[in-house]
């Protein structure tokens, strides 16, 4: 490490030390909301209790890396029967969803703040024998704490957009000596490896894998209860999937006029909206109010199927959690989340293993190689905004022929990328043994 990549370092714990009383405020301001956030907080200081040496760590941040973790934890298990799992998390999500990745003799802590106390102490308390990032986790303190204990640390999944490429090389004295201690890099892609390398990662250590999101299976249960929601009505459903802050009021502004613009003898479409963020639930369903469209909320239904009132609603409200495989059921169409304002897009991997047509908007940076290759499989379209794509939505809702011939390339796509679970594993395991 130079002397200007150890200033840089010494500069971020000093600066994350002073931040540590604000980022534990807003840690118990989320509480507010979401419980869950002030739970176990002497673990986001490297405390609570230890866990048997030898495990083997993985951190998956928020819910989409919690479930894409899911196959990877899977192949691991096949690969090495008698792994203990140490998981941890940064959102509440991601911790309520790794709950059901546990067996016996796993633990699940929270990820320590990025501090260099706080770090080792959490590595020295649990002592893992390999550790493993997911996607995009590059913490500078906690890779240091990391190469100074000895631990080897891979990045899996690996994902770097351009964007964040360049924001990276403005901190460059700080994140290049981070990227270049990671045992292996497994990349989504080999875009992703150029990128990946070009921050810091060393030639040697970079492998291609695939994008673990492509070997997630839907759950059958769900798949089920969507497409019986679907069974009970007679007009087209458009799902607003994983949808962002700053485009409900376009969106909603959108569907009022293409409910406008249909004639009397077409059915009235039924626009499904599931907020990327539980927080937001409330929020989004004052704002449908307000906007003059009448409003079902899936969590005031009665069992497992709409009634009567929500089947004449104007709008669902999707305020449940861990439900996305039976809204796509449901759907004959997604309008992707994130995509339409500057935000990056979503993942839209699910949506096809669920067989689900999408249309995204033109900001998908985030997500550039699935979508294209989505785009070229027809299994998804691009409109240029919202108020295009809604008209868009609408007409393939309509067709059912253009829609099977979707439905099926989605299915194809999804079949055509599986396999990088085993690929990582069989990477990991020979580091663990």
């Not at 997911?134 to 204990?149: C, D, K, N």
């Not at 003059?292 to 199927?305: D, E, I, K, M, P």
């Not at 039976?326 to 759907?331: L, M, N, Q, R, T």
Request: positive net charge.
């Amino acid at each position: 490490m130079s002397l200007r990549e150890r200033l840089a370092l010494t500069g971020y714990g000093q600066l994350m030390r002073l931040l540590l009383p604000l980022l534990m405020g807003r840690l118990l301001w989320r509480a507010r909301q979401e419980p869950l956030y002030g739970a176990a907080l002497g673990e986001r200081l490297g405390l609570g209790e230890p866990v048997r040496p030898g495990a083997l760590w993985l951190h998956a941040v928020s819910l989409g890396e919690t479930r894409a973790a899911e196959p990877l934890i899977q192949a691991l298990r096949q690969a090495c029967p008698d792994l203990r799992l140490l998981l941890t998390h940064g959102t509440a999500t991601g911790r309520e969803a790794g709950v059901a990745l546990l067996r016996e003799g796993d633990a699940q802590r929270w990820l320590p703040l990025d501090t260099p106390g706080a770090t080792r102490r959490f590595l020295r308390r649990h002592r893992p024998a390999l550790g493993v990032l997911m996607e995009t986790e590059v913490w500078p303190a906690l890779l240091h704490a990391a190469q100074q204990s000895g631990v080897p640390v891979v990045l899996a999944n690996a994902r770097l957009s351009e964007k964040s490429l360049r924001q990276s090389l403005r901190f460059d004295a700080l994140l290049r000596p981070a990227a270049r201690s990671f045992t292996a890099v497994l990349a989504q892609t080999a875009d992703d490896a150029v990128r990946l390398r070009r921050a810091g990662a060393l030639e040697p250590a970079i492998e291609v894998c695939g994008n673990l999101k492509y070997d997630l299976q839907p759950s059958p249960a769900l798949l089920a209860m969507g497409l019986s929601w679907r069974a009970g009505l007679a007009r087209p459903v458009v799902l607003a999937a994983s949808w962002r802050e700053g485009e409900d009021g376009p969106l909603l502004a959108a569907w009022r006029a293409a409910l406008a613009q249909r004639a009397p003898s077409q059915p009235r479409p039924l626009l499904l909206l599931v907020p990327r963020h539980p927080q937001r639930f409330d929020e989004v369903g004052a704002s449908v109010i307000s906007s003059g469209l009448t409003l079902a909320r899936r969590s005031s239904w009665v069992g497992t199927g709409p009634g009567a009132l929500a089947r004449e609603a104007d709008v669902w409200l999707g305020d449940s959690m861990r439900e996305m495989p039976a809204y796509y059921a449901c759907a004959d169409v997604a309008l992707l989340g994130g995509s339409f304002a500057p935000l990056g897009g979503q993942n839209l991997i699910e949506a096809a293993a669920c067989g689900c047509p999408v249309l995204t908007g033109p900001h998908v940076f985030n997500f550039a190689q699935p979508v294209a290759r989505a785009l070229a499989a027809g299994a998804a379209f691009q409109a240029p905004d919202l108020d295009q794509a809604v008209r868009q939505a609408l007409a393939l809702a309509g067709d059912s022929a253009a829609q099977a011939a979707a439905r099926q390339a989605a299915l194809g796509s999804v079949a055509a990328d599986q396999g990088a679970a085993a690929r990582m594993a069989a990477r990991l395991a020979a580091l663990l043994n």
